[in-house]
């Protein structure tokens, strides 16, 4: 089964914006109580895309940089890019199927 990558600012171009996928970004922090609500949500649509989309998770902690170039204001957010460019933007804790349409949506 598929995993979320770790996404630093070091390999962010190369995960997120140079993928010939989609890629789903989840930008969490450790303190945040529903980011820890949906990251065994993220995981499992990370197996159930396997091969169709990638799954990336950003700390936004860590990585300051990256959530204020994409002016993250509220954890979590998940991001879904296409072709290097945001499709996509949750905010906040969502059911399994509300992020399941919105994957459905960007892979047409």
């Given at each position: 089964?598929?995993k ?47 091969g169709?989309i ?6 936004v902690?860590?990585n ?28 906040g804790?969502?059911p399994?199927?509300?992020?399941k ?8």
């Amino acid at each position: 089964m598929s995993k979320p990558v770790a996404v630093t600012q070091d390999n962010f171009d190369k995960v997120v914006l140079k993928s010939d996928k989609p890629v789903l970004v989840d930008f969490w922090a450790e303190w945040c109580g529903p980011c820890r609500m949906v990251a065994p949500i993220v995981d499992e649509l990370a197996g159930e895309y396997e091969g169709k989309i990638d799954f990336a998770k950003v700390n936004v902690d860590e990585n300051q940089k990256i959530a204020a170039q994409y002016s993250i204001m509220s954890i979590p957010t998940l991001m879904i890019f296409k072709e290097g460019k945001p499709q996509s933007n949750i905010v906040g804790f969502r059911p399994k199927s509300e992020l399941k349409r919105s994957l459905d949506e960007v892979l047409g």
